[in-house]
């Protein structure tokens, strides 16, 4: 056979050789509670994903919703008129979140995936896989993205294969914190405002040390200086507001009773409700 006649394996990915997504948390407690909603012969949950492509090539996922579907050892089912018409409802909502990929519970990818994928590829071209670890196999909910790599002899294309494309987690302190709660195999009890507040200033001061650990490391030569990391921080410095350390606290004092007023608030309220209802209910029985 001469050289040029030559078949070569080779695996077509062009367009996701420098692919990333990131995942907002409603997402994830989205498709947890999916999964807690699930019927009860279903092993795990499909769905669609929402969102975007940021214009440096980013997914952007930021909504999702269940599809039903049937599976077996031999093929899976979906019900596309209700995927079409959960589609269109959304967009009626938001028309610039698109179909971006889709998601299953599970702790990777499973032999009924590639066919699922085949589908939503006709929807989206290159689409994302979002698999969630609802039964907390590695000790914690594990969250990862996959797209999918065509394994290709000649112009005959053999089979796919999925492969891992790095993930962020995209959420501010608030939602972080309850999105490590839910990580967890089991929790005593969810933390309230002050309780967070303290886990969140914990993380922050910890933080703090871990700067002023690395520019001593610099200004005493341990550690090689990066102008990048530098500036970073020179700019961290420079947007924090100029208060003497009376009115910082006073600040934080008066927040923080508005807070406790807020709970006192609530709590009344939901009290003055109770007691409305039983009286209502024993005026009925009476």
């Known amino acids: 056979m001469a050289a040029g006649d030559r078949t070569v394996l080779q695996f077509n990915s062009p367009s996701s050789v420098s692919l990333s997504a990131k995942v907002h948390p409603l997402v994830i407690f989205n498709i947890c509670d999916c999964y807690v909603r699930r ?11 929402l969102g975007s492509v940021l214009p440096d090539g980013t997914v ?8 039903p579907h049937t599976e077996s050892a031999e093929q899976v089912a979906l019900d596309i008129e209700y995927h079409h ?19 299953s519970t599970g702790l990777g990818v499973t032999g009924g995936s590639a066919l699922i994928h085949d589908f939503y590829s006709r ?18 909910g594990t969250v990862k993205a996959f797209v999918s790599v065509n394994l290709a002899l000649g112009d005959r294309q053999l089979a796919a294969q999925f492969q891992e494309i790095p993930l962020d987690l995209c959420m501010v302190e608030a939602e972080r914190v309850g999105f490590d709660i839910l990580k967890k195999t089991a929790v005593d009890k969810l933390p309230n405002d002050l309780e967070g507040m303290e886990v969140t200033m914990g993380r922050l001061l910890a933080l703090i040390d871990d700067v002023y650990k690395y520019v ?9 200086a990066d102008n ?40 009344i309220t939901r ?6 209802e039983k009286l209502n209910t024993a005026a009925q029985i009476l």
């Open 228 to 267: 990048n990391i530098g500036r970073f921080i020179a700019e961290t410095v420079a947007s924090l507001p100029k208060l003497s350390p009376p009115a910082f606290d006073k600040l934080m004092n008066d927040s923080l009773q508005d807070q406790l007023l807020l709970l006192y608030l609530s709590s």
């Open 85 to 103: 018409n959960m589609l269109v409802s959304h967009q009626k909502v938001n028309p610039k979140e698109v179909i971006v990929g889709w998601y």
């Open 216 to 224: 001593d490391d610099v200004v005493e030569g341990r550690v090689p």
């Open 60 to 67: 952007d996922i930021r909504n999702s919703y269940a599809v």
């Open 123 to 140: 929807e989206v071209p290159n689409p994302i896989h979002l698999t969630v670890d609802t039964g907390f196999r590695n000790g914690e």
């Open 39 to 49: 019927p009860d012969q279903a092993e795990r949950v499909i769905g669609t994903l």
């Open 271 to 276: 009290t003055q409700l109770g007691l409305a």
